[in-house]
């Protein structure tokens, strides 16, 4: 896992590892760090997931990109 911006503030890390169940999908990862890290619960909600490089669209698709996955979390980032 890698947390950029507000992601990055809301848990308190810029990096963290996670072991999730085989099988688990997004929305599985996105409530694992919800619950390692109350705070972060609505900034994972609007923030996009890459997952090993891909926009991961579908929350509910198994994570089934090998055995090690790198997750970014991307909050919204504000443009000028």
Do not use: K
């Not at 992601?7 to 760090?33: D, F, K, M, T």
């Not at 890290?37 to 609505?42: L, S, T, V």
């Not at 900034?43 to 891909?54: K, R, T, W």
């Amino acid at each position: 896992m890698r947390y950029f911006a507000a992601a990055a503030e809301a848990v308190g890390l810029h990096e963290e590892r996670l072991l999730l169940a085989a099988g688990a999908n997004a929305q599985n990862l996105a409530a694992a760090i919800a619950a390692a890290h109350p705070g972060a619960r609505r900034v994972l909600e609007i923030s996009a997931l890459l997952v090993d490089g891909v926009t991961c669209d579908d929350r509910s698709a198994p994570l089934t990109f090998g055995d090690a996955v790198r997750v970014d979390v991307l909050p919204p980032f504000a443009g000028g």
